[in-house]
């Protein structure tokens, strides 16, 4: 583990410098996150095994109480399937066996109209959350008449399923209740901190989705969503690495914001320097030595 935070310490000493240094480091953090390297275990957590058990059992408890229909079992993980070992106490998972994944309602265009109630469309996904700018709006009576599972509430977790965007991850961070149109899925955690899942997603997903080859508009379907395998560690584990993932990404945010200040400084001398020689005389060797 202090290797690793040593590595980490070097990257940030570097990635100031790279092009693309601030990218390469938050790769290497979500990926240190994601095999179990980046905060230490601790042996009295409750181990992941136990957290599935908890998991089906709360799945059980909805699908008597009406509240959820009884899914087709997902395939066991098969041994070539897994990437990586894990710490003790992880498990290999499948996301479909942690959460409950919603497609989008199929609403008409001709019923969009201009106030009422949001509908999320892929556009309406941005900067990992979602915005309002070109929202279309539907009569607030089909909160009634479809499926309470297509209202996304406050803190949702949204995916694109198909576009150039595909992937694209976002939550509702507006304290208002949308319905969620076609193409945009919604990922509901059981359990599991509905954060880690987003960061693990964040990079992973184009590696552990299988994006239709050779079509013309990439897209994803259910089956891929429920089917992709998750390293889940235990819950308490979880929300560490949350945090310490959380806290490495604002320096990584303070390392660009500091990057972009000194290429507009650059870019002030540079002018500068030009400036100087086009309004000088050719002859004028302190202008060229500026």
């Known amino acids: 583990m202090t290797d690793n935070l040593h590595l980490l310490e070097k990257h940030f000493d570097t990635a100031f410098a790279a092009p693309d240094g601030v990218k390469k480091l938050r790769e290497l953090i979500l990926t240190l996150a994601m ?5 230490p ?27 959820l229909k009884k899914a ?57 959350m979602v915005i309002k700018d070109r929202m279309k709006y539907i009569d607030p009576l089909y909160l009634d008449k479809v499926d309470l599972k297509f209202q996304v509430k406050f803190n949702d977790l949204l995916i694109a399923m198909s576009g150039a965007t595909t992937g694209k991850l976002g939550f509702n961070t507006l304290e208002e209740t949308f319905l969620l149109n076609q193409r945009v899925g919604k990922i509901d955690s059981i359990k599991v901190d509905k954060i880690y899942i987003f960061r693990f997603l964040s990079t992973q997903i184009q590696q552990h989705l299988t994006i239709s080859a050779g079509s013309a508009i990439p ?27 959380d806290r490495l990404m604002a320096g990584c945010d303070e390392l660009e914001q500091k990057r972009s200040l ?28 500026f």
């Not at 095999?35 to 905060?39: A, D, F």
């Not at 309004?279 to 202008?287: I, M």
């Open 72 to 128: 087709k079992p997902l395939p066991e993980i098969k041994p070539e399937e897994i990437p990586y070992d894990l710490p003790e106490g992880w498990e290999w998972v499948r996301l479909g066996n942690i959460s409950i994944f919603t497609n989008g309602f199929a609403f008409k265009s001709s019923l969009f109209q201009d106030s009422g109630i949001g509908i999320i469309r892929i556009g309406d996904i941005s900067n990992e």
């Open 41 to 67: 275990q601790d042996p009295n957590d409750e181990p992941a095994s136990e957290l599935l058990k908890k998991i089906e059992a709360e799945k059980q408890r909805s699908i008597q109480e009406g509240k």
């Open 219 to 245: 897209n994803l379907s259910t089956e891929q969503i429920n089917d992709t395998i998750i390293p889940l560690p235990p819950l308490a584990e979880q929300k560490r690495i949350v945090e310490k993932i």
């Open 262 to 289: 000194r290429d507009q400084k650059r870019l002030t001398v540079h002018t500068a320097a030009i400036n100087r020689l086009l309004n000088s005389p050719e002859d004028d060797g302190r202008a060229w030595q």
């Open 35 to 39: 095999q179990g390297k980046l905060v």
